[in-house]
């Protein structure tokens, strides 16, 4: 198949490598130069991680990667290639706004068979059918970090979404030995429905110096089995992506535990990002070895500090 993606951040790196791996043709596209140019150097590095970790016994799976995709630097080249692909793939940052203006400035210049996929991972497919102009072929694929590793994929049809278009969705994921599942269409679906207050309720604990990081992550590691804790899962996704997802998902659902922490906010605007500057809940000098910080100026535990954030 071909297939368009626009976004080419980590997620959109994660499908584009996911489809290429697999020899499916990615056309792609991101406004930023530098994401464009380090693309495809970071798929076909991804994708021999991948194989590894899969047990993939393919000596050229990163030459076969390389050769499936076609960066383009040009939009209205992209979209020119997209009329030809049999699904667009909408992997943008998490503001609906954003997203539904895009999806109308370019969705309905694709021929009516190009199915229309949004990676999002808590924004209702509806309004985002609506942008698309296609109901009927509009679905939420939204796969897990990093994509080609992590076997399960939420997909979350609309109101409208047709069978065959669900069917074609599961088929294809299938295919590439994801294990795709049926999720509601509501803020968060199923996994960010369950995690998202989980890891704020961390964080809020950990604001009013209830838990340590280190201490966190250890008992979720020990005794519920996370790969790496809440605090280290959050410095992955990053602290932008949490803030912005769990504010979407307050505003859809109005639940109080879907308000995200000061500290949160506090740490993007400080530029804390997680471990893609260096420095989150982790530092990550040594990204081989993050060390988990007291995160001491952000705890809240006198009216004297609560204030204090307020300059």
């Given at each position: 198949?071909?297939?368009a993606?626009?976004?080419?951040?980590?997620?959109?790196?994660?499908?584009?490598?996911?489809?290429?791996?697999?020899?499916?043709?990615?056309?792609?596209?991101?406004?930023?130069?530098?994401?464009r140019?380090t693309?495809?150097?970071y798929?076909?590095?991804l994708?021999?991680k991948?194989?590894r970790?899969?047990?993939i016994?393919?000596p050229?799976?990163?030459?076969?990667?390389?050769q499936?995709?076609v960066?383009?630097?040009?939009?209205?080249?992209f979209?020119?290639a997209?009329?030809?692909?049999?699904?667009?793939f909408?992997?943008?940052?998490?503001?609906?706004n954003?997203?539904c203006?895009?999806?109308?400035?370019?969705?309905?210049?694709?021929?009516?068979?190009?199915?229309?996929?949004s990676?999002?991972?808590?924004l209702?497919?509806?309004?985002?059918a609506?942008?698309?102009?296609?109901p009927q072929?509009?679905?939420?694929?939204?796969?897990?970090n990093?994509?080609?590793?992590?076997?399960g994929v939420e997909?979350?049809?609309?109101?409208?979404?047709?069978p065959?278009?669900?069917?074609?969705?599961?088929?294809?994921?299938?295919d590439?030995?994801k294990?795709p599942?049926?999720?509601?269409?509501?803020p968060?679906?199923w996994?960010?429905?369950?995690?998202?207050?989980?890891?704020?309720?961390?964080i809020?604990?950990?604001?009013?110096?209830?838990?340590?990081v280190?201490?966190g992550?250890d008992?979720?590691?020990t005794?519920?089995g996370?790969p790496?804790?809440?605090?280290?899962?959050c410095d992955?996704?990053?602290?932008?992506?949490m803030?912005r997802?769990?504010?979407?998902?307050?505003?859809?659902?109005?639940?109080p535990?879907?308000?995200p922490?000061?500290?949160?906010?506090r740490?993007?605007?400080?530029?804390?990002?997680?471990?893609a500057?260096g420095?989150?809940f982790?530092?990550?000098?040594d990204?081989?070895?993050?060390?988990?910080?007291?995160?001491?100026?952000?705890?809240?535990?006198?009216?004297e500090?609560?204030?204090?954030?307020?300059?």
């Amino acid at each position: 198949m071909k297939i368009a993606i626009l976004g080419m951040g980590v997620m959109g790196r994660g499908w584009i490598t996911q489809f290429a791996m697999y020899g499916h043709t990615v056309h792609c596209h991101d406004v930023d130069k530098k994401t464009r140019e380090t693309t495809v150097d970071y798929c076909a590095r991804l994708s021999e991680k991948s194989a590894r970790r899969l047990k993939i016994d393919d000596p050229e799976i990163a030459a076969k990667t390389r050769q499936n995709i076609v960066v383009h630097d040009d939009r209205s080249q992209f979209v020119d290639a997209a009329k030809g692909c049999d699904i667009f793939f909408e992997i943008i940052v998490e503001d609906l706004n954003l997203k539904c203006r895009v999806l109308g400035e370019i969705v309905p210049q694709l021929p009516e068979r190009v199915v229309f996929w949004s990676n999002t991972s808590s924004l209702d497919i509806d309004v985002l059918a609506r942008a698309a102009g296609r109901p009927q072929r509009s679905i939420v694929s939204h796969g897990m970090n990093p994509v080609p590793m992590m076997k399960g994929v939420e997909i979350v049809p609309g109101r409208e979404t047709s069978p065959e278009t669900v069917d074609m969705t599961r088929k294809l994921l299938l295919d590439m030995d994801k294990v795709p599942f049926a999720a509601p269409n509501i803020p968060g679906f199923w996994v960010n429905r369950l995690l998202i207050p989980q890891m704020l309720d961390a964080i809020r604990l950990l604001e009013i110096d209830q838990v340590s990081v280190k201490d966190g992550d250890d008992g979720l590691f020990t005794c519920l089995g996370h790969p790496q804790g809440t605090f280290k899962l959050c410095d992955f996704i990053s602290t932008p992506t949490m803030l912005r997802v769990s504010l979407e998902m307050f505003e859809s659902s109005n639940d109080p535990r879907l308000y995200p922490p000061r500290m949160l906010a506090r740490m993007v605007k400080n530029g804390e990002y997680g471990a893609a500057t260096g420095k989150g809940f982790y530092d990550w000098s040594d990204p081989k070895n993050p060390v988990a910080r007291s995160m001491d100026e952000y705890k809240i535990a006198t009216v004297e500090q609560l204030l204090e954030t307020t300059k």
